[in-house]
């Protein structure tokens, strides 16, 4: 294996990376402008819930993101039930 192979390898996990990042974010931004995500600081890190129900529990913010998104694929958000903000009315 040469280094340009090496380099070529090197790029293709880091656009992985960003796309499956990306796609964790978007999961968050979208249940949390629904109402449907509420992350609670407690003593021992940082509950999860969705949809009212407790999702996951871990020190980390960002690992306990992860671990909902992973844990429930199930839980997608419905991109024809916008709220009115995402429509551009302050109602």
Avoid: H
């Avoid at 509950?47 to 913010?61: K, L, P, T």
């Amino acid at each position: 294996m040469d280094c340009l192979d090496l380099e070529l390898m090197r790029l293709r996990a880091a656009v992985t990376a960003n796309s499956a990042d990306a796609g964790v974010w978007r999961w968050y931004a979208d249940l949390m402008e629904d109402n449907r995500l509420r992350c609670t600081k407690t003593i021992r890190g940082w509950m999860i819930e969705i949809d009212g129900a407790c999702a996951v529990q871990d020190r980390s913010f960002d690992c306990a993101i992860r671990r909902a998104y992973y844990a429930f694929p199930d839980i997608n958000c419905n991109p024809g039930n916008f709220s009115s903000k995402r429509q551009g009315r302050s109602d």
